[in-house]
């Protein structure tokens, strides 16, 4: 009888454990998911813009400088989502990183998971954990953009583009006049 109750009490602590893993993945998903429709956002729950300025200059260095803010949201909302519905102990920590590229931004989340299993002791002596504890971790990679803020800068670009070869045909302009008058140059 001894036998079967510590076999019963794995199996409900294993799947006590799968679902508290399930839930930290579809937990860390779930920010993601937030993330990625809200990070341009303004009113948004990422909006740390308090520049109290209407100008289009001071938004742009208060959105320059607010990543560090936003990814304190994110870790922040990872915890509480985290917390809130694990049904076992988990030390749960994340490390957040926003890689700016020219247009858009590309955010890792990285988790690092301590499950505290119930009978530790059981667990090591049956050999499945050394500590018991099982660590887990996990790496997301989210690439972040804003529709609004690639197309200004694609027109910006296309502007610049069309400078540069309006610039290029007077440049070559000059150069067939200069030709056609005996390579004489104004």
């Given amino acids: 009888m001894p036998l079967v109750m510590y076999v019963v009490f794995i199996m409900i602590f294993t799947f006590l454990f799968i679902y508290s893993r399930v839930y930290v993945a579809l937990s860390v998903d779930h920010v993601v ?3 990625t429709a809200q990070w341009y956002s303004r009113g948004s729950d990422f909006d740390t813009i308090k520049s109290g ?11 320059a400088f607010s990543t560090d803010k936003k990814v304190a949201i994110v870790k922040t909302k990872l915890k509480d989502k985290v917390d809130s519905g694990i049904p076992m102990k988990v030390d749960f920590s994340s490390d957040v990183s926003v890689f700016p590229y020219v247009v858009g931004e590309q955010m890792t989340i990285k988790t690092n998971c301590t499950y505290k299993l119930p009978l530790s002791g059981l667990f090591k002596f049956f050999g499945m954990t050394k500590d018991g504890m099982v660590h887990d971790s996990n790496t997301k990679v989210v690439n972040l953009s804003n529709n609004e803020a690639n197309m200004r800068t694609i027109a ?8 540069a070869k309006d610039k290029a ?3 070559l ?3 067939k006049s200069s030709l056609s008058k005996g390579g004489q140059t104004n």
Avoid: C, H, M, P
Avoid at 53 to 63: L, P, Q, Y
Avoid at 156 to 163: C, E, M, V, W
């Fill in 169 to 171: 045909k007077g440049i």
């Fill in 156 to 163: 910006y670009t296309a502007k610049l583009l069309g400078r």
């Fill in 33 to 35: 998911a937030q993330v």
């Fill in 173 to 175: 302009d000059k150069v």
């Fill in 53 to 63: 300025k209407n100008s289009i200059i001071a938004e742009a260095f208060a959105t």
